[in-house]
């Protein structure tokens, strides 16, 4: 007799333990969708293609990105009015934002995930914040163009070591900010004279090289991060001399380029080919003709393939490259405004977002088959927590 009590107690127990566990989930299989025309960001569940939360109040997303802290839970938020969004994906919920500066564009957060950094066009230059709480830790304004303003900060990338490492449009320099032994006062490495107005730029997946575009002239300017003594060197130089040049209807984005088979894969400004480098020698080795121009030019996790968006007008068509053969393997129509590309961890599947559908189509990579749609208002950028653990996302 005296043990029913105990029984029931203990059965009691281990149902309040089950109802808790059924509330709690983890992080690695959410992200958020970008919904640029309205300010808001969607939560979605990467595994269940399912839409789980909606967080507003964002304001202008019309070039946003995201990072997200090393816990998985908080995305930062980079907004074109200079907001600076800490959003709790698991609440659904903004944990704090603050207005920063008048207009910027994009941001990084630092190896050790206590500092976040944003890069400013008004007033020109980087601000730097406490993670956990968006104060504010530096302030390092750009060089001067002259009456009063400063120049455009672009490219913004983390680093090994704590550092961060930019580029100023106007002024063609590339700077290092190294917050490893100084948190409020980084020490700061300017290189000038890099190439004619550098537009976007990348961190090789090893942390070891800084690339960015040049959109004064073809071509591109290499720091090695390992050897920043050594200088800025030119690669690509002169790419696609003698061709006509096209107008550029949408700058392409550096940050998705890849890295497959040993060679990067790279968009070409105002061409319609995707440029192949080889890694050991940094030469160009191959130019694939493709559909349009190319914005996102990005490898599916094991290199098998890479998928290209592209500018208007050619913007609601993605190609997929076979890296083996170096050719156009197969040619997708999900509708048109293609804005942005993300794969899963392993690579299994892909996310499209489809800005003049208003939808979000998810694709198995191997078949290229649909497996799902979901609203989204005016979607762009799609960003899952695995970004956390990757060097320059």
């Known amino acids: 007799m005296i043990f029913r009590p ?58 946003a990105s995201v ?22 994906v698991l609440t659904g919920t903004i944990d704090r934002r603050v207005v920063q500066s008048g207009n910027s564009i994009g941001g990084a957060i630092s190896e050790d995930g206590t500092l976040v950094a944003v890069a400013n066009y008004e007033p020109g230059g980087v601000t730097v914040f406490d993670a956990e709480t ?29 550092r961060f490492v930019f580029s100023l449009y106007d002024t ?44 004064g002239e073809d071509g591109l300017a290499m720091l090695d991060l390992w050897h920043p003594e050594t200088g800025v060197r030119r690669v690509l130089d002169g790419y696609g001399r003698g061709q006509e040049a096209l107008p550029v209807y949408k700058m392409p984005h550096l940050e998705g380029w890849a890295v497959a088979g040993g060679k990067a894969w ?75 590309m993300e794969f899963t961890p392993r690579g299994d599947r892909v996310w499209l977002s489809v800005r003049d559908r208003d939808q979000v189509q998810v694709y198995d990579t191997e078949t290229r088959e649909k497996l799902a749609t979901l609203p989204a208002d005016k979607p762009s950028g799609i960003f899952f927590t695995s970004r956390a653990h990757r060097i320059g996302l």
């Open 134 to 162: 968006l104060d504010l830790v530096a302030d390092i304004p750009a060089t001067s163009i002259g009456d009063g303003k400063r120049s455009k900060v672009v490219g913004l990338e983390d680093a090994p070591g704590n």
């Open 266 to 340: 790279l968009p070409a400004i105002g061409r319609h080919s995707v440029l192949v480098v080889d890694l050991d020698t940094w030469e160009q080795v191959a130019e694939i003709p493709v559909h349009g121009q190319p914005v996102f030019v990005m490898a599916r996790p094991g290199g098998r393939h890479v998928w290209v968006n592209f500018a208007l007008p050619d913007n609601g068509t993605v190609q997929v490259i076979d890296t083996e053969r170096l050719a156009v393997a197969d040619t997708l129509e999900p509708g048109p405004g293609v804005l942005h």
């Open 67 to 88: 990072v997200f802290g090393p816990s998985e839970r908080y995305a930062y938020v980079f907004g074109r009015d200079g907001g600076l969004t800490k959003v709790d």
């Open 172 to 215: 063609d320099e590339i700077w290092i900010a190294d917050f490893s032994a100084d948190r409020r006062s980084p020490a700061l490495t300017r290189f000038e004279a890099i190439g004619r107005q550098p537009y976007d730029a990348l961190v090789s997946e090893d942390g070891r090289w800084y690339i960015a575009g040049l959109f």
């Open 6 to 63: 105990l029984l029931l107690a203990g059965t009691a127990l281990v149902l309040s333990f089950a109802a808790q566990a059924a509330e709690l989930r983890g992080t690695g299989d959410l992200g958020v969708v970008v919904e640029r025309a309205v300010g808001q960001v969607a939560v979605v569940d990467r595994r269940a293609s399912t839409r789980l939360a909606t967080v507003a109040g964002l304001g202008d997303l019309s070039h």
